[in-house]
């Protein structure tokens, strides 16, 4: 079996994405017969990552499943305009990140789950910049993470 392809576009992206803006894109599945999707999920949300636990909130929820409608397909181009929260901003720190996507879940009826993200900004909030001692020779700023969207193949 071929590795299902999802495809994410966020519209007017920009730098950033502004509490209050509304977050409009589309998503589509390819690579996969509709016959065999069992549901797909739509999310905005936020996660963090670095030192200590990760934490993840989700904003925005959908889920299409041919239980709700058997005559749909799955794999069609679906809109998506989700009004963004005022918190938590997306924040590039040393020690933690808040990131925001919107990522798309889909569900095969043989029990696999695929998943892809498109990681957006909301706010513009500076990076974070590490102080060092000097002679540490440890790099002096944290490095800002890319957009884009990520597949992946669930366990």
């Known amino acids: 079996m071929r590795i299902p392809l999802i495809s994410i576009k966020i519209d007017n992206r920009t730098v950033a994405h502004f509490p209050g803006d509304s977050l409009k894109g589309e998503y589509q599945i390819d690579a996969v017969d509709p016959d065999d999707l069992r549901a797909v999920e739509l999310a905005v949300l936020w996660y963090t990552e670095g030192k200590g636990d990760e ?3 989700v904003h925005s929820f959908e889920r299409r499943t ?3 409608d058997p005559t749909a397909n799955l794999v069609e ?3 998506f ?5 005022n918190s938590p901003l997306s924040y590039e720190g040393v020690l933690i990140k808040i990131r925001w996507c919107v990522r798309v ?4 009826k043989s029990g696999k789950t695929y998943s892809a993200d ?12 590490a102080i060092l ?7 002096d700023h944290a490095v800002a993470g890319t957009e ?3 597949a992946r193949e669930e366990t």
């Open 55 to 57: 934490d993840l909130g």
């Open 133 to 139: 001692k000097s002679g540490s020779g440890e790099s």
């Open 118 to 129: 498109s990681v957006f900004q909301l706010g513009n909030v500076p990076d974070a910049v």
């Open 81 to 85: 305009d989700v009004q963004l929260p």
């Open 66 to 68: 041919t239980d709700d």
């Open 77 to 79: 181009l679906q809109t």
């Open 105 to 108: 879940r889909i569900f095969l």
């Open 148 to 150: 884009g969207a990520v």
